[in-house]
């Protein structure tokens, strides 16, 4: 079992950076692939960004590629999404999901993640 909780949301200008992170707890975390999702009101909940078990490997949503980085240190049962350059669009609740398998390769869907946090909300103003 694995428990998730987020932190680091609030209110920012647009252009501007914030770092949400997910602790978890749970001895099987450095062994999941973990991803961030968002959901905006009124929108489907949507894949943002992911990164395998050892961080070697990530994968981002189009729309953040190049704007959003997600890392991870399993020393502290804890994952990062660094988003620079936010827009008024990143608004939206984000949640941090963790997987029972250690790969994040085509894990894009809201049901291929097993566990969830309770999100953080991100508002971003024009």
């Known amino acids: 079992q694995v428990q998730l909780v987020e932190s680091g949301g609030g209110l920012v200008q647009a252009g501007g950076s914030l770092r949400l992170s997910c602790a978890a707890s749970?001895?099987?975390?450095?062994?999941?692939?973990v991803g961030w999702f968002r959901q905006a009101p009124g929108k489907e909940r949507a894949f943002v960004a992911g990164?395998?078990?050892?961080?070697?490997?990530?994968v981002y949503a189009d729309s953040v590629k190049g704007r959003f980085t997600i890392s991870r240190d399993n020393a502290k049962n804890t994952v990062y999404l660094q988003m620079n350059s936010l827009k008024p669009e990143d608004t939206a609740v984000y949640y941090c999901?963790?997987?029972?398998?250690?790969?994040?390769?085509?894990?894009?869907?809201?049901?291929?993640?097993?566990?969830w946090g309770q999100g953080t909300q991100v508002t971003v103003s024009s």
């Open positions: 990164i395998n078990r050892s961080g070697g490997t990530t």
């Open positions: 749970g001895r099987t975390f450095s062994n999941s692939a």
């Open positions: 999901a963790a997987r029972r398998v250690d790969y994040i390769t085509g894990a894009t869907n809201s049901l291929d993640y097993d566990y």
